[in-house]
């Protein structure tokens, strides 16, 4: 087993993977910016290495330092978190060409799936439901029209290397596929650096779902149910349930299988989620995250796998300690996204921490790196905490994360605290009748 991991992220996901190494017995490096000098993860771990300024591309996204901070501590291995370098092909070719292990898949499948175009091509060779639309890139308006006059209106334009919603524009006529594909293709230009795009069907009223699987290199596949990601705001998810309230356990089980069939197949390594919207009871992909998600502690608590100690062992060269018939599911949990934001607005809100207290009990779990006295850095994601709630029903989750939400005490800056109270008293979420694009107008009712 490793000796040592580096951990190539920050917040609270450089935490999670400091105390699975910890428990595991593996000592940790923690790389920060300066920004991050006091953080928690770095007054935590065996070693800390400056890597840069605060800036994410002079530091967290400079892969020299954190090659350099690896070999001067010694690094076995370099778990990435997820963002950042997480997903990106060529540092993990790096990785591997400085003698040290890449926790996570090969840079090959990162690739395959950070494609969207390939990635939709490949899965549906395996087995795997896809949603209508080009078959490759489109690159004229005559071929666009032609792509959505066969699917029908409306339509989505999207990057091939999206992602966070970026590169994706919505083209309800004909009348507004010109400037919703010119205006796609200059997002995606400028935040990928690829402007290529693709079309899909537009469904109307779709769920989220996502199924999670492991995979190791002795051949051996499994799926840990789904979850349901249809709480979203600008593509960008607030709050995940698993298992999801829209699908009953067959339809569950059926989707795993086929994707842990397809993963098998792809000869994929480690863990990975791939991604569906859901209509009419039917799946359709839409991406593969080669990734550990922000949302696996929901699929942690009804399965009692830890996602993350698997992810170590995967990349040792252990086989999984689980098998399919293994996986048993308990209850149901949810997660509340706690961003560092105005609750109506939005506005990013960092600052001094002046008072904190996170809420305990039976079925609660907290991932945060806050602490009373930190000052949330204005230069990163603002997502500062994560309120983890498991019951044995959903009604008793729900009632369970009102306590917690009532407990959690965030104070000296503004936090989405009072959004996710809110939300879990509304009959419609409290029902699970909500879709992709309910809380758009949920929020909008503040």
Known sequence: MFEKILIASRGEVALRIHRACHEMGIQTVAVHSTADAKAMHVRLADEAVCIGPPAAADSYLNIPAIISAADITNTDAIHPGYGFLSENAGFVDIVAEHGITFIGPSADHIRLMGDKIAAKAAVDSLGIPVVPGSDGAVTSESQARKVANDVGYPVLIKASAGGGGRGMKLAKSDGDLAEA?????????????????YIEKYLEHPRHIEVQVMADSQGNVIHLGERDCSLQRRNQKILEEARSPA???????????????????????????????YEDGEFYFIEMNTRLQV???????????DIVREQIRIADGTPMGYTQNDVK???HAIECRINAEHPVTFAPSPGKITDYHQPGGLGVRVESALYSGYEVPPHYDSLISKLVVHGGTRNECLMRLRRALEEYVIGGIDTTLDLHRRLVEDPEFVDGTYDIHWLESFASRA
């Not at 594909?181 to 290529?196: L, N, Q, V, Y």
């Not at 299988?257 to 991604?275: N, P, Q, R």
């Not at 949302?295 to 796998?305: A, W």
């Open 295 to 305: 949302e696996h502690p929901i699929t942690e608590m009804i399965t009692g796998v």
């Open 247 to 277: 699908l009953n356990a067959d339809q569950g089980s059926e989707i795993g299988e086929i994707v842990s069939k397809a993963i098998a197949k792809l000869g994929y390594l480690g863990a990975g989620t791939v991604e569906f919207l």
């Open 329 to 331: 599911f308990h209850g």
């Open 181 to 197: 594909m010119s205006m796609a293709r200059a997002e995606a230009g400028s935040s990928f650096g690829d402007d290529t795009v």
